[in-house]
């Protein structure tokens, strides 16, 4: 079960006497809940718009429902915060929908960066044709004609079955 869910969140400054019909702002948020979609959505606009949440208003969070249909290949660009610097990233991810995508993408740079969940800020998840696939282990993995192994795991020595009508028992 993926903890996280896509939200796409309407906002916008409260209106004034100066902006009485201010300009609304959308984005989509990758998040556990609503709440924090709001608190995501809120963190995104102080830093881009000087909008704090209390000058600012939510007009409609509404979760993004995506249709699972296939595995496809996904490109993630994102920013993150390390001790030393800010970073932008690029990877590059198979799944059956772009909120699988972003949980792989956050165990991913958990694992090999020691990057929390709040130190990542995505910009953008895009669904990618075969042609415009960079990395080699995606590549790989979009070939129609690969084949897995099937591996048979033997729980007894071979010699301890009794063989019955070709099958073998124990």
Known sequence: MNPYKEYKVYGSKLPSTQAPSPQIYVMQVFAKNEVAARSTFFHVLKKQHKIKSTSGCILKIVPVVEQISHVRPYGIRF????????????????????????ND???DMAGRHSVGRTAIDIVSVKELNDDEIRRENVKILGNTEIEFPVFKKCLARQENFVEEGGKYFY
């Open 105 to 107: 993408m956050y165990n």
């Open 79 to 102: 920013t993150y915060r390390s001790k030393k610097n800010t970073h932008n990233m690029y990877k590059e991810f198979r799944g059956v929908s772009r909120v699988d995508v972003v």
